[in-house]
């Protein structure tokens, strides 16, 4: 076989690049590469088993022809400009199973690099590997498009979204819980080093759901790695939100109309009046509590509805729900308990964003479309707090892919920026388990008061899972939040917030303990109208 050509990069620089320099401000002059894009396909790293598959120029991309890769997709607005495109893979094996295994990934380098490198979380159990454009919480500016060397990676393994068939591998268990991620984090420094002929300046990471929890992982054990992380609906305890979604589901099949074989079927608990009867109601209760009556609920710890207020004092009809029906509600959006009473995992926000709307497989929160395809479920009857929460306890991989160590002392320590958000009407996991996680963080790094200072929650008023919600205002720019406050010194006090369901709107999202309160006037449709208070 014929030799190539390799570069060869020293290892002490796998560290070195792990921290980042001096500023660079926003208004930063592009810097070119140094080398052809061609040219990386011979790179090797020194101690370091790599294989770069492609490296090509990719063209510009215009704008209205990429979408955001979410629950709720959107096109991007902006024109994506020329990159170099480098595909590679990390460690190939093959694995017990006899499956092949390797840590994949992708790395855009734009022609025009602003000098700062962000990396793009992954979602589900990964195994694929989308497009790194940066999009996720970045409003209609994707990182990419800013000028952002963007990367992502499959973690190591290949599969369907929620294929945990490579969990019996135990290698792979390990590049999909923390590994993969840290590797990737400093060959994609290296090969930017050698592509530009410098390294980053500043590096970020961004993800939501499956990315959440590894901007968790990334503060809580590779600390020295990033200048601004932003983590969205933290996949960051999964046994535990299971359980949650099991007490959920139960609860509604307890109450369902038996089928022709006798099962419950669970498209039968709520019609579609009776959804949108309790989305009005929970609207009603709770809309002004934020100084306004616009259809949103900006508030959310404020609101504690019962929907005791819509139970029929009679005859089932469209205008009021059964008792049964108000019962398997309150028990569902209560949270799960162990038969000592205590509780399991948070209570969901009543938010009628959950209750209305259609499209990706957590566009309801009721299950009239059958089960959520994250939750192992069985009947009612075998729902068991106590056991599932014994499962939990007794499962390794959670060990491995929780992220709940508070000790961020030395992230912290070196000026690094944590942003945390939560959509209220997110399904799957509860914005109030992320709140918990954040507020123990707080009083292990010196209170809240000073975490404030380094690291900030918003609630995302009405958003689904990560984006989408017929009630919700999804698009806002964290990426530009965390870049100011990193790079300035600017802590975000309010992030603005707009989307499809209300044209012309716009919500200041505020970071707890604050909340957006109307100011009693102004334009109503105006973030200007509006103020963070506690």
Same mark, same amino acid.
């Given at each position: 076989?014929?030799?190539?050509?390799?570069?060869?990069?020293?290892? /002490?620089?796998?560290?070195?690049?792990?921290?980042?320099?001096?500023?660079?401000?926003?208004?930063?002059?592009?810097?070119?590469?140094?080398?052809?894009?061609?040219?990386?396909?011979?790179? &090797?790293?020194?101690?370091?088993?790599?294989?770069?598959?492609?490296?090509?120029?990719?063209?510009?991309?215009?704008?209205?022809?990429?979408?955001?890769?979410?629950?709720?997709?959107?096109?991007?607005?902006?024109?994506?400009?020329?990159?170099?495109? #480098?595909?590679?893979?990390?460690?190939?094996?093959?694995?017990?199973? =006899?499956?092949?295994?390797?840590?994949?990934?992708?790395?855009?380098?734009? %022609?025009?690099?602003?000098?700062?490198?962000?990396?793009?979380?992954?979602?589900?159990?990964?195994?694929?590997?989308?497009?790194?454009?940066?999009?996720?919480?970045?409003?209609?500016?994707?990182?990419?498009? @800013?000028?952002?060397?963007?990367?992502?990676?499959?973690? =190591?393994?290949?599969?369907?979204?929620?294929?945990?068939?490579?969990?019996? $591998?135990?290698?792979?268990?390990?590049?999909?819980?923390?590994?993969?991620?840290?590797? #990737?984090?400093?060959?994609?420094?290296?090969?930017?080093?050698?592509?530009?002929?410098?390294?980053? &300046?500043?590096?970020?990471?961004?993800?939501?759901?499956?990315? +959440? @929890? *590894?901007?968790?992982?990334?503060?809580? @054990?590779?600390?020295?790695?990033?200048?601004?992380?932003?983590?969205?609906?933290?996949?960051?305890?999964? +046994?535990?939100?299971?359980?949650?979604?099991?007490?959920?589901? /139960?609860?509604?099949?307890?109450?369902?109309?038996?089928?022709?074989?006798? &099962?419950?079927? !669970?498209?039968?608990?709520?019609?579609?009046?009776?959804?949108?009867?309790?989305?009005?109601?929970?609207?009603?209760?709770? %809309?002004?509590?934020?100084?306004? &009556?616009?259809?949103?609920?900006?508030?959310? *710890?404020?609101?504690?509805?019962?929907?005791?207020?819509?139970?029929?004092?009679?005859?089932?009809?469209?205008?009021?729900?059964?008792?049964?029906?108000?019962?398997?509600?309150?028990?569902?959006?209560?949270?799960?308990?162990?038969?000592?009473?205590?509780?399991?995992?948070?209570?969901? !926000?009543? *938010?009628?964003?959950?209750?209305?709307?259609?499209?990706?497989?957590?566009?309801?929160?009721?299950?009239?479309?059958?089960?959520?395809?994250?939750?192992?479920?069985? !009947?009612?009857?075998? #729902? %068991?707090?106590?056991?599932?929460?014994?499962?939990?306890?007794?499962?390794?991989?959670?060990?491995?892919?929780?992220?709940?160590?508070?000790?961020?002392?030395?992230?912290?320590?070196?000026?690094?920026?944590?942003?945390?958000?939560? =959509?209220?009407?997110?399904?799957?996991?509860?914005?109030?388990?992320?709140?918990?996680?954040?507020?123990?963080?707080?009083?292990?790094?010196?209170?809240?008061?000073?975490?404030?200072?380094?690291?900030?929650?918003?609630?995302?008023?009405?958003?689904?899972?990560?984006?989408?919600?017929?009630?919700?205002? $999804?698009?806002?720019?964290?990426?530009?939040?965390?870049?100011?406050?990193? *790079?300035?010194?600017?802590?975000?006090?309010?992030?603005?917030?707009?989307?499809?369901?209300?044209?012309?709107?716009?919500?200041?999202?505020?970071?707890?303990?604050?909340?957006?309160?109307?100011? +009693?006037?102004? %334009?109503?449709?105006?973030?200007?109208?509006?103020?963070?208070?506690?």
């Amino acid at each position: 076989m014929e030799r190539i050509r390799t570069a060869v990069i020293p290892a /002490a620089c796998f560290f070195l690049l792990a921290i980042a320099s001096s500023a660079y401000p926003q208004n930063s002059a592009a810097l070119a590469p140094a080398q052809k894009c061609a040219d990386l396909v011979n790179l &090797k790293i020194a101690g370091a088993n790599v294989q770069i598959t492609k490296a090509e120029e990719a063209p510009a991309t215009p704008a209205g022809t990429l979408s955001t890769a979410s629950i709720a997709p959107q096109p991007i607005p902006v024109v994506i400009p020329p990159y170099c495109r #480098v595909d590679g893979v990390m460690d190939p094996r093959t694995g017990l199973d =006899g499956k092949p295994y390797a840590i994949g990934f992708e790395l855009a380098l734009p %022609d025009n690099w602003n000098g700062r490198f962000l990396f793009q979380g992954g979602g589900g159990l990964n195994g694929y590997i989308l497009l790194p454009l940066g999009s996720q919480a970045a409003g209609d500016n994707p990182a990419l498009a @800013r000028g952002f060397a963007v990367v992502t990676t499959d973690t =190591g393994h290949k599969g369907a979204v929620f294929d945990a068939s490579f969990m019996k $591998d135990q290698l792979a268990s390990l590049d999909f819980a923390y590994i993969a991620i840290g590797r #990737v984090t400093v060959l994609s420094k290296e090969i930017i080093a050698q592509y530009y002929g410098q390294p980053a &300046k500043h590096s970020y990471y961004d993800g939501c759901s499956t990315g +959440g @929890r *590894e901007a968790m992982m990334m503060s809580e @054990r590779y600390p020295t790695y990033f200048d601004g992380i932003i983590s969205g609906d933290p996949a960051m305890r999964t +046994g535990y939100s299971n359980i949650g979604l099991a007490n959920a589901r /139960a609860a509604f099949l307890a109450i369902a109309p038996k089928d022709a074989n006798g &099962k419950p079927d !669970p498209t039968k608990d709520f019609s579609d009046g009776d959804k949108k009867l309790l989305a009005d109601s929970i609207t009603k209760s709770c %809309d002004e509590k934020d100084g306004l &009556k616009d259809g949103m609920i900006l508030n959310p *710890e404020a609101c504690r509805y019962d929907p005791v207020v819509v139970e029929c004092h009679g005859a089932k009809t469209d205008t009021c729900l059964t008792a049964q029906q108000v019962g398997a509600l309150q028990k569902a959006f209560a949270g799960p308990k162990d038969s000592r009473g205590n509780p399991v995992y948070a209570r969901f !926000p009543w *938010e009628g964003g959950y209750l209305q709307g259609a499209g990706g497989p957590f566009a309801s929160f009721l299950p009239n479309a059958g089960p959520n395809i994250l939750a192992s479920v069985a !009947p009612p009857a075998d #729902v %068991d707090i106590d056991t599932l929460v014994s499962g939990v306890q007794t499962n390794e991989n959670e060990t491995l892919t929780d992220t709940t160590w508070t000790n961020l002392s030395t992230f912290f320590g070196h000026g690094g920026k944590l942003i945390f958000y939560h =959509g209220t009407a997110d399904p799957v996991f509860s914005p109030f388990d992320t709140l918990a996680y954040y507020l123990k963080m707080a009083d292990a790094n010196g209170g809240l008061d000073q975490v404030m200072n380094s690291s900030r929650f918003f609630f995302v008023p009405g958003m689904n899972h990560c984006a989408g919600g017929p009630r919700a205002l $999804d698009k806002f720019d964290m990426v530009g939040a965390v870049v100011d406050w990193v *790079e300035s010194g600017k802590a975000p006090d309010s992030v603005i917030a707009t989307g499809k369901p209300f044209p012309g709107r716009s919500r200041p999202l505020c970071p707890y303990p604050r909340h957006a309160q109307y100011k +009693g006037n102004g %334009d109503p449709e105006d973030a200007a109208s509006f103020e963070c208070v506690k």
